[in-house]
C-alpha cells in the first residue's frame, strides 16, 4: 500500500468509527435514553412524589440531562407553550387547549399552624371555627390561584377570613406561619418534611383536597417526555400502595 493509500485508509475507519458512534447516540436519543428533558415544578411540589419521581427517572435515565426550575402556574403555562421547558407540575393543573394535562397526586388539606397556637390544645380543630384567625394564602398573583381554592373552602363552611396575608410563593407563606403571623391550609405532602416553628394538624370540615398533574404540550412528541411520565406513573402508583 502507498503512503498516501494507508493515510486514506486511516481516515476512512475514523469516518466509519465517528458515523457509527454517531448513529448509536442518535438511536439512544431517539429511545429517549440520551439527551436533555426540561421540568419546571410549583414550591409546594418539592414535597411529597415528586423528589422520588426525580431520583427514579434520573436513576432509569442517568444519561438524560434533567434541567429543573420553580414556577409558579402562570409563569409555568407560558413556558411550556413557547417551548422554554417540556413539562409543567403544576397545582392543580394548566388549562390550554395547546397543553394535554395528566394527573399525578390527588391529596387532602391540612393545617400549619404556628407551635405556639393555642389550636394545637384542642382535640378537634374545626375549619368552621377559624374564622377570626389569620389566614396565609399564596400566591398573591397572578389570580385565580391556590389562594382561592382555599378561600372558597372556607366560604363552604360559612365564613370569610377577617384576616389575611398574602404571600408570593409557599415557601414565604410557610415562614409566616413559623413566626406566628397565622395559620395556613397546604397539602397533606408538605408535613412530611420538618420546618422549625410549624405544626401540620388534620381538621374537619369541607375538605376537596388538592391535585399535582403533569401538564406538556399536545404536539410534544419526545420519547423523555413519555419516559418521565411513565416513571411518575409507575411512582405514584408503588407510593399509594405502600
Given at each position: 500500500?502507498?503512503?498516501?493509500?494507508?493515510?486514506?485508509?486511516?481516515?476512512?475507519?475514523?469516518?466509519?468509527?465517528?458515523?457509527?458512534?454517531?448513529?448509536?447516540?442518535?438511536?439512544?436519543?431517539?429511545?429517549?435514553?440520551?439527551?436533555h428533558l426540561r421540568v419546571a415544578f410549583v414550591g409546594s411540589a418539592t414535597?411529597?412524589?415528586?423528589?422520588?419521581?426525580?431520583?427514579?427517572?434520573?436513576?432509569?435515565?442517568?444519561?438524560?440531562?434533567?434541567?429543573?426550575?420553580?414556577m409558579n402556574n402562570a409563569e409555568q403555562k407560558r413556558a411550556v407553550i413557547?417551548?422554554?421547558?417540556?413539562?409543567?407540575?403544576?397545582?392543580?393543573?394548566?388549562?390550554?387547549?395547546?397543553?394535554?394535562?395528566?394527573?399525578?397526586?390527588?391529596?387532602?388539606?391540612?393545617?400549619?399552624?404556628?407551635?405556639?397556637?393555642?389550636?394545637?390544645?384542642?382535640?378537634?380543630?374545626?375549619?368552621?371555627?377559624?374564622?377570626?384567625?389569620?389566614?396565609?394564602?399564596?400566591?398573591?398573583?397572578?389570580?385565580?390561584?391556590?389562594?382561592?381554592?382555599?378561600?372558597?373552602?372556607?366560604?363552604?363552611?360559612?365564613?370569610?377570613?377577617?384576616?389575611?396575608?398574602?404571600?408570593?410563593?409557599?415557601?414565604?407563606?410557610?415562614?409566616?406561619?413559623?413566626?406566628?403571623?397565622?395559620?395556613?391550609?397546604?397539602?397533606?405532602?408538605?408535613?412530611?418534611?420538618?420546618?422549625?416553628?410549624?405544626?401540620?394538624?388534620?381538621?374537619?370540615?369541607?375538605?376537596?383536597?388538592?391535585?399535582?398533574?403533569?401538564?406538556?404540550?399536545?404536539?410534544?412528541?419526545?420519547?423523555?417526555?413519555?419516559?418521565?411520565?411513565?416513571?411518575?406513573?409507575?411512582?405514584?402508583?408503588?407510593?399509594?400502595?405502600?
Amino acid at each position: 500500500m502507498t503512503q498516501a493509500g494507508s493515510v486514506l485508509l486511516e481516515r476512512a475507519r475514523d469516518v466509519l468509527e465517528r458515523l457509527d458512534r454517531t448513529h448509536r447516540e442518535i438511536k439512544r436519543i431517539g429511545e429517549g435514553f440520551s439527551g436533555h428533558l426540561r421540568v419546571a415544578f410549583v414550591g409546594s411540589a418539592t414535597y411529597g412524589v415528586l423528589p422520588n419521581v426525580i431520583k427514579a427517572f434520573r436513576s432509569a435515565y442517568p444519561d438524560v440531562e434533567l434541567a429543573l426550575s420553580a414556577m409558579n402556574n402562570a409563569e409555568q403555562k407560558r413556558a411550556v407553550i413557547q417551548r422554554e421547558i417540556d413539562i409543567a407540575v403544576a397545582r392543580p393543573s394548566l388549562d390550554d387547549e395547546e397543553l394535554k394535562s395528566e394527573p399525578l397526586l390527588q391529596e387532602p388539606l391540612i393545617l400549619a399552624l404556628p407551635d405556639t397556637s393555642p389550636l394545637l390544645e384542642q382535640q378537634v380543630t374545626l375549619l368552621s371555627a377559624l374564622k377570626a384567625e389569620t389566614f396565609i394564602l399564596y400566591p398573591r398573583k397572578p389570580r385565580p390561584s391556590f389562594a382561592d381554592h382555599i378561600l372558597n373552602i372556607c366560604l363552604e363552611e360559612g365564613f370569610i377570613p377577617k384576616s389575611q396575608v398574602l404571600a408570593q410563593d409557599y415557601q414565604t407563606a410557610i415562614s409566616l406561619v413559623s413566626v406566628g403571623v397565622g395559620i395556613a391550609l397546604v397539602p397533606k405532602s408538605v408535613s412530611q418534611s420538618e420546618r422549625p416553628g410549624v405544626t401540620y394538624r388534620a381538621y374537619e370540615g369541607h375538605n376537596p383536597g388538592t391535585a399535582l398533574s403533569l401538564n406538556y404540550r399536545r404536539d410534544n412528541r419526545m420519547p423523555h417526555l413519555f419516559n418521565f411520565l411513565k416513571v411518575a406513573q409507575e411512582v405514584t402508583r408503588r407510593q399509594r400502595k405502600s
